[in-house]
């Protein structure tokens, strides 16, 4: 069940890391690094649910 209030006890953006390039240039894979699930878990709890289409591009 998602937090209602986790948009106030996770306010940090976290971004993915880029693969090193020498590797990106050797395949067709994702250009960033995947995040773990406790990550993913910590991000996904700052939606707000706002309703707003595509939100996630500001949040």
């Known amino acids: 069940m998602p937090d209602p209030r986790g948009f106030l006890k996770y306010t940090k953006r976290e971004t993915p890391q880029r693969r090193p390039v020498p590797l990106r240039?050797?395949?067709?894979?994702?250009?960033?690094?995947?995040?773990?699930?406790?990550?993913?878990?910590e991000q996904a709890a700052r939606c707000m649910d706002c309703g707003i289409p595509f939100c996630h591009n500001g949040c």
């Open 25 to 41: 240039l050797l395949d067709w894979k994702e250009v960033y690094e995947d995040f773990s699930h406790d990550v993913l878990r």
